[in-house]
C-alpha cells in the first residue's frame, strides 16, 4: 500500500471556500452567488459588506432603458444633479436598477435583464453602479477572469437626462458620450441609452461592439442607513489634522474636506483640495524636455509590469506616490505635478496632483449646479495616473468623464488650457 500526503491548503484556499459560503472574503475570491468578489469592506456598510459581481452571457446588445429622453430622477424626490452623482456610488446599483425597471417597465433592457438574472442560486443581482463597475473593470484588468471581454459595460448610473455612464474595459475610461464626445458618422448623438452599441470614439480605435453586461450583488454584515441625498455644502466650521471631518469642513491645510476614507488608511483618512487661488491653466503634465520611452516612469518589475503598476496608479491614496515619482524622474521644470509638490499653502507643503480616483472623488463633491464649489471651473483637470507613454488621465469637471489627454497639452488657439488644483492627506 502506498501511502500519499495529505494535500496542503493554503490559508488564502481556506479563505476562499469560506467566502463561497458565506464567510469572510476578500478581493478575487468566489462568493456566494459564484461571482467574483470586487469590493470587500473592512466594516460593515449601509449596503452590506461585499459586492460579488458576475458576467451574463446572455443581454449582449440590449439598450439602457425605453425611455431614453427621459430621466428617471424627478425634482419631487430631492436635487436630481446630487442624486445622479450619489447614484455613481457602491451599493447604489440595487437602488439605480430598481428606479431604471420603474421607469421603463416590462421589455428587454439592461437593468430588466439584470433584475431578472437567476445564477448561482441567487435572485438579488442587479446592474452595477458606475463605481461599482470600475471596481468589476479593476479585478478583470489584473487578473484572468472567464467570460469578461475587453468591450463596453453598461452601468446603471445615469449622468443627464438623455445618457447614462458606461466604461470600456479596453482600459477603463469611464463614458456617457455628452458634450459631442460620442459621435456616428461623424455626427453628434443626442441619447446613448438608446443604443446597443458602444459609439466609436475619435483616436481611441475601439471598435463599435454591441453593450455587455455584468451583474453585481451585497451580501454580509450591515450597518448604518444611506443618507436620501448626500448635498455637498462648505459647512463654515474648521477641523483638526486628527479630526473628526466633514465633508466641506476647512482642512487644516486651509482647503475644503471633500472626501472621507471612513477610517485611517495607510494614506490617511481624509483628503482635502487645496483653495481656488492656488489653481492655475495651462501646464502641460510633463517636463517637455523629457522622452518618456528613453525615461519612463513606469518598466516592469518581477512583481508588476509597468500596465499594471499605471491601473494601480488610478487608485485612491495613490495621488501623493505618483507626484512624488513623477517629480524623481522630470526633475526641475514647469508641469502639473511640480507645483503641486512645490505648492506651500497654510504651512503646509505636502500637497501633491491628485490620482483619477482621488479626482474623481473632488468633481463629485465639488460640482454643485451652476456654481461650483470652491471655484472649480466646467474643464478639464489633471490627475496625476499615468495611461501611457504619451498620455494621462484626466477628469472633466463639466460633467465628469474621464479621458485620457496628451502630456504635453498647452493652451493653443483651438486647445483649451487645462487645470491643476493640488490636495493634500491627512488623519
Not at 164 to 178: I, R
Not at 283 to 307: E, G, M
Not at 345 to 359: A, C, I, M, R, V
Request: hydrophobic letters at 35%.
Amino acid at each position: 500500500m502506498v501511502l500519499c500526503a495529505p494535500k496542503t491548503v493554503s490559508a488564502a484556499e481556506v479563505r476562499a471556500v469560506s467566502c463561497a459560503k458565506g464567510g469572510r472574503c476578500a478581493v478575487g475570491n468566489i462568493g456566494p452567488g459564484g461571482g467574483r468578489i470586487v469590493v470587500a469592506s473592512s466594516t460593515p456598510q449601509w449596503w452590506g459588506s461585499y459586492i460579488e459581481a458576475r458576467p451574463l452571457k446572455g443581454g449582449r446588445g440590449l439598450p439602457w432603458s425605453l425611455r431614453p429622453t427621459e430621466s428617471v430622477y424627478s425634482s419631487a424626490t430631492g436635487d436630481v444633479l446630487r442624486q445622479r452623482i450619489d447614484a455613481r456610488g457602491w451599493g447604489m446599483g440595487a437602488i439605480n436598477t430598481q428606479v431604471i425597471v420603474q421607469h421603463s417597465g416590462e421589455g428587454a433592457y439592461a437593468a430588466k435583464k439584470a433584475l431578472d438574472t437567476y445564477a448561482g442560486g441567487k435572485n438579488d443581482w442587479f446592474l452595477p453602479s458606475r463605481d461599482e463597475l470600475d471596481s468589476i473593470y479593476h479585478l478583470a484588468s489584473l487578473t484572468t477572469w472567464r467570460g469578461m471581454y475587453k468591450e463596453a459595460y453598461w452601468s446603471s448610473s445615469e449622468n443627464s437626462t438623455n445618457f447614462a455612464w458606461y466604461q470600456m474595459f479596453q482600459d477603463g475610461t469611464q463614458f456617457t458620450d455628452e458634450h459631442g464626445i460620442g459621435k456616428i458618422d461623424d455626427v453628434a448623438i443626442t441619447s446613448n441609452k438608446d443604443k446597443t452599441r458602444n459609439t466609436k470614439h475619435g483616436g481611441s480605435g475601439f471598435r463599435s461592439l454591441p453593450f455587455r453586461l455584468v451583474v453585481v450583488r451585497y451580501f454580509g454584515p450591515i450597518a448604518g442607513s444611506r443618507n436620501a441625498s448626500t448635498v455637498s455644502a462648505l459647512t463654515g466650521r474648521s477641523c483638526t489634522a486628527s479630526g473628526p471631518c466633514s465633508l466641506g469642513d476647512l482642512g487644516p491645510g486651509g482647503g475644503i474636506v471633500f472626501y472621507d476614507a471612513g477610517e485611517h488608511k495607510t494614506w490617511g483618512r481624509y483628503l482635502e483640495m487645496a483653495p481656488a487661488s492656488t489653481e492655475v491653466a495651462g501646464l502641460p503634465w510633463k517636463n517637455l524636455s523629457v522622452v518618456d520611452k528613453k525615461r519612463p516612469l513606469y518598466v516592469n518589475t518581477s512583481r508588476y509590469s509597468a500596465r499594471v503598476q499605471r491601473i494601480i496608479a488610478k487608485r485612491m491614496g495613490m495621488g501623493r506616490q505618483n507626484t512624488r515619482l513623477i517629480v524623481r524622474k522630470y526633475g526641475v521644470a514647469n508641469y502639473a505635478a511640480r507645483y503641486a509638490a512645490d505648492l506651500v499653502f497654510n504651512g503646509h507643503d505636502d500637497w501633491f496632483l491628485p490620482s483619477e480616483d482621488e479626482l474623481n472623488e473632488m468633481y463629485k463633491f465639488a460640482h454643485v449646479g451652476e456654481l461650483p464649489l470652491d471655484g472649480t471651473k466646467d474643464s478639464f483637470y489633471w490627475s496625476s495616473s499615468e495611461y501611457d507613454f504619451n498620455n494621462a488621465w484626466t477628469v472633466n469637471f463639466k460633467d465628469g468623464q474621464q479621458f485620457d489627454r496628451e502630456k504635453y497639452n498647452v493652451p493653443t488657439p483651438t486647445v483649451k488650457a487645462l487645470r491643476v488644483r493640488a490636495v493634500r492627506a491627512f488623519g
